[in-house]
């Protein structure tokens, strides 16, 4: 069965909102590799629509290099309980935000790679609360914001179970959590 993985930068002090303000000054050519195998193995990328229709604004338009390219390639599922414009980033199919467990469980039955989130909101509360989130990858970068989106919210409550850690000379480090059932 497919595994579901939600990727996400993080300040040290929990917060996830605007990275691209505090999260670039620590890129390095490890860190790259990394984020280019864990997407990868993934042929498909799941989002909620407020994630997708910011993405698809700028991705359309990147390629030109094997991660951007393979991004683009990949199918894109958006949960949706309102209309929401698919025509700027194909392949794109909706998922009804009222039949979300039952599509998303057919969807890691079907046969393929790994299935990849980018973020951390009500979807992925949603989809650990249900059992079917199998892996945190939380991309932790040595800045202090102080405020802003936290990184989980009052409905987040799981049991986690450490799987992995993985540092980066630059002082960022993905540790990638299973959730459990405690």
């Known amino acids: 069965m497919r595994k579901i993985i939600a990727s996400t930068n993080a300040t040290l002090d929990g917060f996830i909102d605007n990275p691209h303000e505090w999260s670039m000054s620590y890129s390095s050519e490890e860190a790259m590799a990394y984020a280019l195998a864990m997407t990868t193995g993934c042929d498909a ?24 390219d393979h991004v683009n390639a990949m199918t894109k599922y958006v949960v949706a309980s309102q209309p929401v414009d698919t025509t700027a980033w194909n392949p794109t199919v909706v ?29 992925t509360d949603h989809l650990a609360t249900a059992g079917l989130l199998d892996e945190y990858r939380i991309w932790i970068y040595p ?23 993985t540092t980066f000379t630059s002082g960022v480090t993905v540790l990638a959590y299973a959730p459990t059932s405690d």
């Open 45 to 68: 990328l799941l989002l909620g629509r407020i994630t997708y229709e910011g993405m698809a604004q700028a991705w359309p338009s990147r390629g030109g290099n094997p991660f951007a």
């Open 143 to 165: 800045v202090l914001r102080g405020q802003g989106e936290p990184l989980f919210r009052p409905d987040s409550v799981t049991g986690l179970k450490l799987v992995d850690t």
């Open 95 to 123: 998922v009804p935000g009222d039949d979300l467990t039952t599509e998303i469980t057919k969807l890691k039955e079907q046969d393929g790679s790994d299935i990849l989130i980018w973020g951390n909101g009500r979807l």
